[in-house]
C-alpha cells in the first residue's frame, strides 16, 4: 500500500492527462479545493480506465455540488472494491467479493492532514451476496455448504450462513464456524434454504429480509422428498447446469416454491441465532436482484418504522410455478412493534404505469429513493434495464419520477450519498459522449436532480464522507 501512494503523483498525472483528452467536450473549469479544518472532507471512491488497464483511487474534495473533482497531484491508489462502505464518518471499507480467493478487504481513515490514509489490516471475507451495519461491526452474509462432517447419506451437505464480522474500530475480522446454530436448511419451515438480503439494525436487533431459495440438495432428499410440493417433482434438477449465478446441481430444486410470501427475520443480535419469523402474503419476497447479489429492501426511517419493499423479481422466473402474482409493494413494521402493519400497504406498480423497481434506498424522513426499471416485467422474461430514478414518499404513499437526469447517461453508480436530507449520486454518461462521470444533487421533495461536480475518471464507485 505505501508504495501505491508515494508513486501516486505520477500515475495520477499520466492518468488524467490521458483521460482529459478523451473529454476535452467538458465546460467545467474550476477545480474544488481539497478539504480541510473548515471545509467537509468527503472521499470519492473512482477508477481509471487506460489501455483497457483499471486503476482504483479515492480522492478527497471540499464539495459535491459543483467545480471539478481532479486526480492530478492528489488522492490514494488502492485494489478495486465491490462495494464502498462508510462505517459513520469514522472508516471506509473497500468490500472485496472474495470469489475463489480474489481480493482482500482493507479499510481507510481521513489523517489529520485531511487525505484518506489505509489502515494496516486485511482481510480475506467470505463470498458475500448481502452486507449490513450493526453497532461496530459490518457484517457480510452469504449462504454456502457446512463441511463433508455434515454429510447426508448421499453426500449432501446442508446449507449454512457464512457470516464475515468486520469490527471498525478494532480493526478485526472474524467468521463463523460451519456450526449448525447457522442453518439456512428449512429456516422458514417449508423445507427450503433461505439467503439474507439486507441487515437492518433497529434498538438492538437486527432485522433481514429472508428469501427462500428453493430446496437443495440436501432438502431434496430430507424425509424422502416430503418437501418437494406436489405436481414439482419435474423441477428437481436431473443433471447439473446453468452458468454462473444461475447454475445448479443434480438433485436441486432452484429457485422458491413459495413466490407470493415475504419472511422477515427479527435477530436478537449480531450472532444471526436467535430469531423470530414474521410474514405477509401482500407483497413477494423483500429483496433486489443482479447476478449475485441481493440487495437490500428493508429499511428503518428516523421514526423508527420498517419498510420492505419487494420488487416483485419472482415474476421473472421461467417456470409459471415460481413466478409471484403479487404486484411490486411495499409494507411496513411500525416502531416498536415486531410484526407487520395490517393496515399499510403500497401497490407500486399502480404507481408507476406497471414498472417495478432493481434497488432502494432511504434518504431520510418520509423519502426513499428508488432505481425504477424502464418497462414492465414480462412474466418468465429477463428483466429491463433499469436507468430512470423515482421517490417514494412512504407517507403520502405517492411516487414521483425524479427529472433532470441526463438523457445521455449510461450507468448510476453502486450507492447514492445522502446527506441533510438529499442524496448525491454519481451517474456516468454513455461512451463517446466525451464526458466525464458527474454526481447529481437530488431534492426528494422535487423529485429533480441537479447536476453537481464533475470528477475527471472513468467511473465512481463510492461517495462519502470521512472525519479525522
Known sequence: MKQKKYFFNFIATTLSMSILVACSSNDDSNTIEPPTAEKKPYVIAASVTMSNNSTTVLLNTSSLENGVVSPVNQGL???????????????????????????????FVMNKDYQPESRPAEYAINRF????IYKNNIITTSTGNTDASWADENGYTPKIFLISYLDTEAETYQSNEADKKYFSENFLGNGEYVTLAGLQQRGNKLFSAAVPMGLSQYGTKDGNGKWIKAGNEDLVKKEAGGSNSSSYKKDELQWTQY???????????????????????KISYACGRNKSQYYQMIWATESGDIYALSPSYAKTMADPRQQTTLPAGVVRIKAGEEDFDDTYYVNIE?????????????????????????????????????????????????????????EDMSAFGKTPYMEDGFAYMPITYAEGSGKYPAIFKIDPTTAVATKGATVQVTSIDGIGMLLP
Open 77 to 107: 491508489v488502492t485494489d478495486a472494491a465491490s462495494y464502498w462502505v462508510f462505517h459513520d464518518t469514522d472508516y471506509l471499507y473497500a468490500l472485496a467479493y472474495n470469489d475463489g480467493s480474489a481480493g482482500l478487504t482493507r479499510s
Open 129 to 132: 451476496t448481502s452486507y449490513g
Open 259 to 281: 413466490p407470493d410470501e415475504c419472511w422477515i427475520a427479527i435477530f436478537d443480535d449480531a450472532t444471526l441465532t436467535n430469531k423470530k419469523l414474521i410474514k405477509t402474503n
Open 350 to 406: 399502480e404507481l408507476s404505469e406497471g414498472c417495478s423497481f432493481m434497488r432502494s434506498w432511504y434518504i431520510g424522513g418520509n423519502h426513499f429513493l428508488l432505481q425504477m426499471y424502464d418497462k414492465p416485467f414480462t412474466l418468465g422474461g429477463k428483466a429491463p434495464s433499469a436507468l430512470s430514478l423515482a421517490i417514494f414518499n412512504v407517507v403520502d404513499k405517492t411516487l414521483k419520477k425524479v427529472s433532470g437526469l441526463p
